[in-house]
């Protein structure tokens, strides 16, 4: 996951983030409107499946070029563990939210306005600071998982990620709709103009990533216990 050294940013690694954010919310949104929401819990395993196998694909065609962040919290991540460079992480992350808004116009061709806005987070059962605080967790988690694998057994990565995504999305979609992800909520928002409880996906993943980082680094540091 180290990107942009020296300041320059290669863009074939721009455009692998793209397609990458392209795939993944690409996938994940026609899951949710071929099951029409997640009311029930058949719908909420085939939405889980659709992003987990979306990151899957996502990062076989496109993290061998640009280490398969896919997810503005996710750079943040690499960016506080200094594997990117803030000029490199501020290119992913617009091409990250490239990715997701043409994802974003693809379903909106095949549907209407008002189903892309329903890909952008699904309705929860908790309140706007439930959901916060779900997000937070989740994206902890999700970061925490990401960069310690990364690190530590890098081989595994391409299925300990997607299924941790998808863990995430099965336990987190009946509470906040499971975002994790800054630019999968930005890019149907955009394309839907609808921004309802955006506020909530575009910074309670960022805070999550942070938390992720600081896990991260303390159970990397072999002096935490002691």
């Known amino acids: 996951m180290a990107d942009g ?5 290669d ?31 058949a719908s909420i395993v085939v939405i889980a499946i659709g ?7 996502a990062i076989a065609v496109a993290g061998p070029i640009s280490g398969g962040h896919f997810n503005p ?18 290119g992913y992350v617009i091409a990250q939210v490239v990715g997701a808004v043409a994802a974003s116009g693809v379903v909106f061709t095949i549907s209407d306005q008002a189903t892309v806005a329903g890909t952008k987070n699904l309705p929860g059962i908790v309140s706007e600071l439930g959901a916060f605080t779900v997000e937070v967790v989740l994206t902890a988690i999700f ?6 694998v ?14 941790t995504l998808l863990a995430i999305h099965a336990v987190g979609i009946p509470f906040s709709g499971a975002s994790v992800n800054p630019a999968r909520s930005l890019g149907p928002a955009i394309v839907s103009a609808d921004y309802t409880a955006i506020g909530i996906y575009l910074t309670a993943p960022f805070v999550g990533a942070i938390v992720g980082w600081f896990i991260h680094r303390v159970l990397s540091n072999p002096e935490a216990g002691g």
């Open 5 to 9: 050294e020296g300041g320059i940013v």
């Open 73 to 90: 919290a996710v750079t943040l991540g690499a960016l506080l563990d200094k594997r990117i460079d803030p000029p490199a992480a501020a």
């Open 150 to 163: 990364t690190k530590r057994a890098p081989e595994h990565a391409i299925t300990v990620i997607p299924l």
């Open 11 to 41: 863009i074939r690694k721009l455009i692998a983030e793209a397609i990458g954010t392209f795939v993944l919310v690409g996938m994940g949104s026609l899951a949710i409107i071929g099951v029409g929401g997640a009311g029930e819990a």
């Open 51 to 57: 992003f987990g196998l979306g990151l899957l694909a």
């Open 143 to 148: 970061v925490a998982v990401i960069l310690t």
